[in-house]
């Protein structure tokens, strides 16, 4: 169930995040204090508050996808956890654009999920990547190289989707992933230093990363990640970098993935697409591509033309109009409407007991 206090939590944890991430500090001491006085209470949120929001109409569970044959069935061995626990639950029905998303992009459509906050649109891009990664794990075909690339404008956002990562696939180590930014280290000491001094358990340890979470620059070149989250910047310096050029050499990519697209418009947005073709150019496969593109703001029905038009320019390849994917929210029928005096409330209010009576 929906905790909203510890999603108010995650928030403020994300927005500290991006926070220390713009104004990072080389010593270490100066950003532990920095980061501790962000983390006092009322210092960046004052919260949180609640405001009722629509729902969305459901379709499949997974389990249901699995014993139809739309998904793989390893998605059950994904996370050896309770369904409790699990980020990807089987037994909760999928929103329905998500499902939509997962079975188009499974046809090889390429999609823009603009949907609202909050809709899921993440699982609209994740469902799909862990099923072909899935798929392949089924055939023996899943060795090294990268599937999907998920494009992030800002670093915060890109630690957020690393959190999931690492919850999402702690069980499944055949799958690995990585961020590559500005933060990332070179080296494999260094970058297991500075993840031990920034990650510690409840009782304030250092962590390690699992096995399947590639942190430095030098084992990304010798064997890349499955999933390569970064941004558009650094993804250019990595085409242009002769050693980061190789974590692009064995690629069968699969998945590009454009997240807040709309924020690729004027001369980031003509940076972005150039650097989509030139990607394209350099793998093997060019052809084999999808692109899933997402955001909140692209507009209504009535603007499928100008979506379609500026999807299009922004990778280089078509689009369809039914690659357009658009959440619907549940209208409940009211059964019937009743009619209370005003003074009754007035009575609750003075003697809440009397709710029992």
Do not use: W
């Not at 250092?206 to 096995?211: G, K, N, S, V, Y």
Request: one cysteine or more; a negative charge.
């Amino acid at each position: 169930m929906f905790n909203p206090i510890q999603a108010s939590e995650e928030i403020k944890d994300s927005y500290i995040d991006y926070i220390t991430t713009t104004f990072n500090m080389a010593d270490s001491e100066y950003e532990r204090q920095f980061r501790m006085e962000l983390q006092k209470e009322g210092e960046v949120a004052k919260g949180p508050f609640l405001d009722i929001g629509g729902s969305y109409e459901t379709g499949c569970t997974l389990r249901e996808l699995i014993k139809s044959g739309d998904i793989s069935p390893l998605f059950t061995d994904l996370e050896p956890v309770s369904e409790s626990n699990r980020e990807l639950k089987l037994d909760r029905p999928l929103y329905r654009h998500q499902e939509t998303a997962l079975r188009k992009a499974s046809s090889g459509e390429n999609l823009v999920v603009t949907t609202g906050t909050g809709s899921g649109k993440t699982e609209s891009f994740l469902l799909p990547i862990m099923n072909h990664l899935l798929r392949e794990e089924e055939s023996g075909s899943l060795d090294f190289g990268v599937r999907a690339i998920i494009i992030y404008p800002m670093n915060a956002l890109a630690n957020d989707q690393m959190k999931r990562m690492r919850a999402l696939l702690k069980g499944y180590p055949k799958i690995c992933y990585g961020v590559y930014n500005g933060n990332t280290k070179h080296m494999q000491p260094e970058a297991l230093a500075e993840y031990r001094r920034t990650y510690r358990d409840a009782n304030g340890n250092p962590l390690d990363p699992a096995p399947n979470e590639i942190i430095s620059r030098e084992v990304m070149q010798r064997t890349p990640p499955h999933i390569l989250i970064t941004n558009y910047s650094m993804l250019e310096y990595m085409m242009l970098r002769p050693k980061d050029d190789a974590v692009f050499s064995g690629a069968k990519l699969k998945f590009i993935v454009l997240d807040e697209a709309h924020i690729y418009k004027g001369a980031t947005g003509m940076e972005t697409s150039l650097l989509m073709r030139r990607l394209r150019a350099r793998i093997s496969e060019p052809g084999s591509v999808q692109y899933i593109l997402t955001s909140a703001t692209l507009g209504g029905p009535e603007a499928d033309k100008e979506i379609l038009n500026f999807a299009e320019k922004l990778c280089g390849v078509p689009f369809n109009a039914s690659g357009i994917i658009r959440s619907s929210e549940k209208q409940p029928r009211m059964e019937a409407m009743m009619d209370f005096p005003p003074d009754l409330f007035v009575e609750l209010q003075r003697r809440p007991q009397a709710v029992s009576e």
